[in-house]
């Protein structure tokens, strides 16, 4: 069982740069893999980035490719999503989810609440 908290969210500029972060607990975080999804109003919540158990790779959506930088820190038991140079249409709640390295909602089984990141332009 993972319990999973993300925080950072704000309001930035377009340019700007956020990081999240993603406090998990329970015994077995180093075990999953981790990923991040977005999610816009009136639109399906859609992969951002994974992680492997040990950091080893990284995967990413393409609209975020060379912007943003998936990490963990097994030993803080955290993740982190670096996020540059945002677009207006990075705008999204924001979801950590512990799982199965893949970009498929289905194969994480675990999720936080959500963290909303604005982006004005």
């Known amino acids: 069982q993972v319990q999973l908290v993300e925080s950072g969210g704000g309001l930035v500029q377009a340019g700007g740069s956020l990081r999240l972060s993603c406090a998990a607990s329970?015994?077995?975080?180093?075990?999953?893999?981790m990923g991040w999804f977005r999610q816009a109003p009136g639109k399906e919540r859609e992969f951002v980035a994974a992680i492997t158990w040990n950091g080893s790779r990284q995967y990413y959506t393409d609209s975020v490719k060379g912007r943003f930088t998936i990490s963990r820190d097994n030993a803080k038991k955290t993740v982190y999503l670096q996020m540059n140079s945002l677009k207006p249409e990075d705008t999204a709640v924001y979801y950590c989810?512990?799982?199965?390295?893949?970009?498929?909602?289905?194969?994480?089984?675990?999720w936080g609440q959500g963290t909303q990141v604005t982006v004005s332009s």
């Open positions: 989810a512990a799982g199965t390295i893949s970009a498929r909602i289905s194969d994480y089984a675990y």
């Open positions: 329970g015994r077995t975080f180093s075990s999953y893999a």
